[in-house]
Nanobody, 126 residues
């Protein structure tokens, strides 16, 4: 039983940076992996990044590799996504997700995660 709440989205200009946060509450000790996905209107949901909650292995989507850093603060039960050199194509609603069951799906697959936040909107102006 975990709840996720994203924050930090907003309007930002191209080439600027932004930090998104995902606050987890409930039984966070049961989390195995946490990840970020994004989706814009009319488009497929896209994997952004993921991190092992109990370790430090990270995963990044090809479209954001080199511009995004995922991190965590276990003591604060918070997941972060730092985005740099933002582009208009980064415009989307960003969702954090948690795998609380240790599923065998790859971190890049949405099916791995059983808990999702409500999303935070990021708009990057040209």
């Amino acid at each position: 039983q975990v709840q996720l709440v994203e924050s930090g989205g907003g309007l930002v200009q191209t080439e600027n940076s932004l930090r998104l946060s995902c606050a987890a509450s409930g039984r966070t000790g049961g989390v195995y992996v946490m990840g970020w996905f994004r989706q814009d209107a009319g488009k497929e949901r896209e994997f952004v990044a993921a991190i092992n909650w109990r370790g430090y292995t990270t995963y990044y989507g090809d479209s954001v590799k080199g511009r995004v850093t995922i991190s965590k603060d276990v003591a604060k039960s918070t997941l972060y996504l730092d985005m740099n050199d933002l582009k208009p194509d980064d415009t989307a609603t960003y969702y954090c997700a948690a795998d609380t069951g240790g599923s065998s799906w790859s971190p890049q697959r949405p099916q791995k995660y059983d808990t999702w936040g409500q999303g935070t909107r990021v708009t990057v102006s040209p």
